[in-house]
């Protein structure tokens, strides 16, 4: 069983960082594709950024420039670092990984960004 767990959210002012650490119990090369999803009260979930096995990193327009997707094989872990954040940026995040077809989705982490 594929066991994701998230860390790393919190409270930060605005124009803050954070920095989310996904941590999954095998290889993450095993999967086609790992990404952090959010989900704002009264909205549906959003894909934020995404990496593939070989390495492709893709983005939401609204968080490009501003949010870095990376891992870390030896840590099984997958990051986002998210960098001048916004009152908008505020919801859950998911931590996502795909194997043939197959989801798998962490708990959530909280991620308030308010003064």
């Known amino acids: 069983q594929v066991q994701l767990v998230e860390s790393g959210g919190g409270l930060v002012q605005p124009g803050g960082s954070l920095r989310l650490s996904c941590a999954a119990s095998?290889?993450?090369?095993?999967?086609?594709?790992m990404g952090w999803y959010r989900q704002a009260p009264g909205k549906e979930r959003e894909l934020v950024a995404g990496?593939?096995?070989?390495?492709?990193?893709n983005y939401d327009d609204s968080v490009k420039g501003r949010f870095t997707i990376s891992r870390d094989s030896a840590k099984n872990t997958v990051y986002l670092q998210m960098n001048s954040l916004k009152p908008e940026d505020t919801a859950v995040y998911y931590c996502?990984?795909?194997?043939?077809?197959?989801?798998?989705w962490g708990q959530g982490t909280q991620v308030t960004v308010s003064s």
């Open positions: 990496i593939t096995s070989g390495g492709r990193a």
């Open positions: 095998g290889n993450i090369f095993s999967f086609e594709f």
């Open positions: 996502n990984a795909d194997r043939i077809g197959i989801n798998y």
